[in-house]
C-alpha cells in the first residue's frame, strides 16, 4: 500500500491564540493511520518544559515528541491512531507569548517505524533553506515544516532540489494572537528508488524561523527495480568469472531442502 496523505487540521479555537489551543482530530482517521502534530510557540526557550500535547482519546496512546528545536519554540510530534481516536480533540498547551499548531494524517506508513532521517535547523532571516536527506527506505513520504517565530509570515513554493521536487502544503495555520507566529507542513512522496532530496527550499517575508525535515516509511517498502537484480547478477557471473580464472574453487551448499511426492492413487 502506497503511503498517502489522508487528511489534515490546523488551530482554530480560539483563532489566534497566545498560550493554548484545541484542534479537533478529523472524523475520517482509521485505525493505522500516523499523525503528527506541529507547534510554534513563539518565545519558548530552552529552560522551558517542552509544550504539552494531549487529546481526549484517554490514556494507552499519548502523543510522542520527536524532536523540537534546541530552544523549543518548534516541536513535532506523532502516534498512531486506534479504533478510538478520529473525532477526538487534540489541546497544545504551555506556549508562550504566540502559539500555533496543526496536525497531519498518514495512511499506509509503516506499521512500527513512524519516521526517520530527522533534521532541525534553526534559520536567520533570509536563510529560507534546509539541507536534504536520503531517506532510509524507497517511497517514503518526504516532511517539511516550517516554523516561523518572527512574525504570522506566510510561506510558499516548497520544495526540494531534486527528488521528490515541489511539494504539496498541506495546512497553513499563521497566528496574531501575542507577537505573532506561525506554522506549515508541506510533504510529497518519492517515486523512484531511494535518492538524495537535494535542499529544501520555499520562499516567504524574510524573518527567523525553525525548520523540521523528515520521511515516513511506507508499510511495505516496494520490491527493487529490476535494473537492481540486472547488477547483481552480472556482478556474480563477473566475480565467478574471476574465481574459476584463478583456478579457485567455489562451492554451494544447499542449507535446507525439501522435497514433496504425492501420495499414490
Sequence with gaps: MAIS???????????????????????????????????????????????????????????IVVTTSADRTASLWYKYATANTSSKVATFSTAINSLTAGLTIYRGAHTSTPFSNVTVEENVSGNE????????????????????????????????????GALLELWEKLSSGGSDCACVHASQVQTTDRASTGAFTWTQTNNTTRSIVWAVPPDVPPPPPAADYIRITNTLQGLGSGLMAAGARIECRIVNFYSYMPDAA
Design 5 to 63: 496523505n489522508v487528511t489534515s487540521n490546523a488551530s482554530t479555537n480560539p483563532l489566534n491564540p497566545t498560550v493554548s489551543c484545541t484542534i479537533l482530530i478529523p472524523a475520517d482517521v482509521q485505525a493505522g493511520d500516523l499523525l503528527f502534530a506541529q507547534a510554534t510557540s513563539r518565545n519558548h526557550t530552552a529552560t522551558n518544559a517542552v509544550l504539552r500535547v494531549v487529546d481526549t482519546e484517554g490514556a494507552g496512546n499519548a502523543w
Design 129 to 164: 533553506t534546509h539541507a536534504g536527506i536520503f531517506p532510509d527506505s524507497a517511497s517514503s513520504m518526504i516532511c517539511l515544516g516550517v516554523y516561523n517565530i518572527g512574525n504570522d509570515n506566510a510561506v510558499a513554493n516548497q520544495s526540494t532540489g531534486t527528488n521528490p
